[in-house]
């Protein structure tokens, strides 16, 4: 499977701004989401990334408070904008290697945000 | 109602034992499910993924489809202290390219 990398694997940060998360893959894939784990909580879609286009965002979640950008085949990040304690999670990248039989998703290490 | 189901546990079973862990899910359609091991602080790692109905396996781990009945198992032969983690269920549901995830059982195997 691809290799996924993300940076900051964690940070803490002040409420009111905002961080912006790396997600790097080592080859080229044809999905790419980011999810948020609440604390003690199970796996939530924010958006699907889009290559060359505007990432579709699921319910609840705005363009506004979360831009993605997915420039290429193997990049993609995410911003978590004015940021308030509600915010803290673990942020998740994950990929979908190619379209077809199989639909897995595969995890990078996440990255642990906390906000003040 | 809520897509995916599981009971968050803990279940705790002896090292040795079969673990049974369970699932269910609401959209008759899906075709995928998929089983995650994730262990505190880190990210979902994939055991087994399944597609038709039956069992599948892969050394100690046997997932188990039943479409007719909405539910996913999977099964952990000879239970290791080393598989204690939350397993999180996955479905795909119909006609969508996204992952809808339970909320995970916490599996914990004691010596």
């Known amino acids: 499977s691809a290799v996924i990398s993300q940076k900051p694997s964690r940070d803490i940060c002040q409420r009111g701004t905002s961080l912006t998360i790396q997600c790097q893959v080592d080859s080229q894939v044809t999905m790419m989401f980011w999810y948020r784990q609440q604390p003690g909580q199970s796996l939530t879609l924010i958006a699907t990334a889009n290559q060359g286009s505007e990432a579709t965002y699921e319910s609840g979640f705005v363009i506004d408070k979360f831009p993605i950008s997915r420039p290429n085949l193997t990049f993609s990040t995410l911003t978590v904008s004015n940021m308030s304690p509600e915010d803290s999670s673990i942020y998740l990248c994950s990929v979908r290697e190619s379209p077809g039989a199989t639909d897995t998703q595969y995890f990078g290490p996440g990255t642990r945000l906390t906000v003040l | 109602q809520k897509e995916v189901e599981q009971n968050s546990g803990p279940l705790s079973v002896p090292e040795g034992a079969i673990a049974s862990l369970n699932c269910t899910y609401s959209?008759?359609?899906?075709?995928?499910f998929f089983w995650y091991r994730q262990y505190s602080g880190k990210s979902p790692e994939l055991i087994m993924s399944?597609?038709?109905?039956g069992d599948k396996e892969d050394g100690r781990f046997t997932a188990q489809l039943n479409k007719a009945s909405q539910y996913v198992s999977l099964l952990i032969r000879d239970s290791q202290p080393s598989d204690s983690a939350t397993y999180l269920c996955a479905v795909k549901p119909y006609n969508t390219d996204k992952l809808i995830f339970g909320t995970g059982t916490r599996l914990q195997v004691f010596p």
């Open positions: 399944i597609y038709s109905n």
């Open positions: 959209d008759r359609g899906s075709q995928s």
